[in-house]
């Protein structure tokens, strides 16, 4: 059955996010990428930590989005969680941080010609 809950590309929430070796989980800010409608929501963790690769996006308008530190997007660190594991809505990416999002996410799958 479909969520009544629906998210926006952008939006920052609050939620149980899986660890990746599957022992557990830590409750932790990610941002949507996608949903679909149903009671799943696919989301790039966001982290403090300032370790740098190339698919890591630094906020610029971290505290606008409803964080409370300088964080990254990690969009090589994804998810697809159950809508019922998000805590709250946090706030949402400023319009600079989702065009630099989707120009990291491009370079990471880009087009075959």
């Keep these: 059955?479909?969520?009544?809950?629906?998210?926006s590309w952008g939006d920052?929430?609050?939620?149980?996010?899986?660890?990746s070796d599957i022992s557990g989980a830590v409750r932790r800010?990610?941002?949507?990428?996608?949903?679909?409608?149903?009671?799943?929501?696919?989301?790039?963790?966001?982290?403090?930590q300032s370790?740098?690769?190339?698919?890591?996006?630094?906020?610029?308008d971290w505290k606008a989005a409803g964080l409370?530190?300088?964080s990254v997007v990690r969009l090589s660190k994804l998810a697809t969680i159950k809508?019922?594991?998000?805590?709250?809505?946090?706030?949402?990416l400023?319009?600079?941080?989702k065009k630099t999002v989707r120009m990291v996410w491009a370079r990471m799958f880009p087009v075959p010609r």
């Design 1 to 7: 059955m479909p969520s009544t809950i629906r998210y």
């Design 12 to 19: 920052i929430v609050l939620v149980v996010f899986p660890l």
């Design 29 to 48: 800010p990610g941002v949507v990428l996608y949903d679909s409608g149903d009671e799943d929501v696919m989301l790039a963790r966001i982290t403090t």
């Design 51 to 60: 370790r740098h690769d190339r698919t890591d996006v630094r906020l610029a």
């Design 68 to 70: 409370i530190a300088e």
């Design 83 to 92: 809508k019922s594991l998000v805590h709250r809505h946090l706030g949402t």
């Design 94 to 97: 400023s319009l600079k941080d």
